[in-house]
């Protein structure tokens, strides 16, 4: 089972700035098979990036999915108050799918 | 547009059944494999189970493989998750989801408590 860490726990930052999570692998991702998730208290996760760098329909141009093998990144470029939320990425490349445990983007 | 809606959650004691069913509109149903992922109180999500296209296939976690049966209905765009023998540990939130390897599109989710 592919185990993934995400890092930080919780990021503290203000609209506007920038955020960078980090996902990283036990082992390589077979294609890149890596997607990001945005999830609001009360609600169900939402697809934001799939195979590693895609955006998916809706999600906006600040999101973007960058990495290969083992080291993954979700990058919001200029956060807006709707992007604090919490974030995990998936990994789709080995059985079974596995979750990392999340990223909280919170307001400081 | 694409919409899955679950159904059947409660409150069960440990050892008993409970059956999740998840209609699905506004896609090609049969052309799409489907999961179950459910996320306990306060922790990310875990994928559960899948099923293929045709129903034919199905795979599990090994937390749920030998008590938890998946499946669905073509005819009636659903699927269903047959789960048995519960524990204190099945008690989550869970989502049906459109798959593609990762999952498109998710309902809103059904709430199983497993307590006596």
């Known amino acids: 089972e592919i185990v993934l860490t995400q890092s930080p726990g919780t990021l503290s930052l203000s609209p506007g700035e920038r955020a960078t999570l980090s996902c990283r692998a036990s082992?390589?991702?077979?294609?890149?098979?890596l997607a990001w998730y945005q999830q609001k208290p009360g609600q169900a996760p939402r697809l934001l990036i799939y195979d590693a760098s895609s955006r998916a329909t809706g999600t906006p141009d600040r999101f973007s999915g960058s990495g290969s093998g083992t080291d993954f990144t979700l990058t919001i470029s200029r956060l807006e108050p709707e992007d604090f939320a919490v974030y995990y990425c998936q990994q789709y490349g080995g059985s079974p799918r596995t979750f990392g445990q999340g990223t909280k983007v919170e307001i400081k | 547009e694409v919409q899955v809606l679950e159904s059947g959650g409660g409150l069960v004691q440990p050892g008993g059944s409970l059956r999740l069913s998840c209609a699905a509109s506004g896609f090609p149903f049969s052309s799409y494999g489907m999961s179950w992922v459910r996320q306990a109180p306060g922790k990310g999500p875990e994928w559960v189970s899948a099923v293929t296209t045709s129903g034919d296939r199905t795979y599990y976690a090994d937390s749920v493989k030998g008590r938890f049966t998946i499946s669905r209905d073509n005819s009636k765009n659903t699927q269903y998750l047959q789960m048995n023998n519960l524990r204190a540990e099945d008690t989550a939130v869970y989502y049906c989801?459109?798959?593609?390897?990762?999952?498109?599109?998710w309902g809103q989710g059904t709430l199983v408590t497993v307590s006596s």
């Open positions: 989801a459109k798959m593609q390897g990762y999952f498109d599109y």
């Open positions: 082992q390589s991702v077979s294609n890149n098979y």
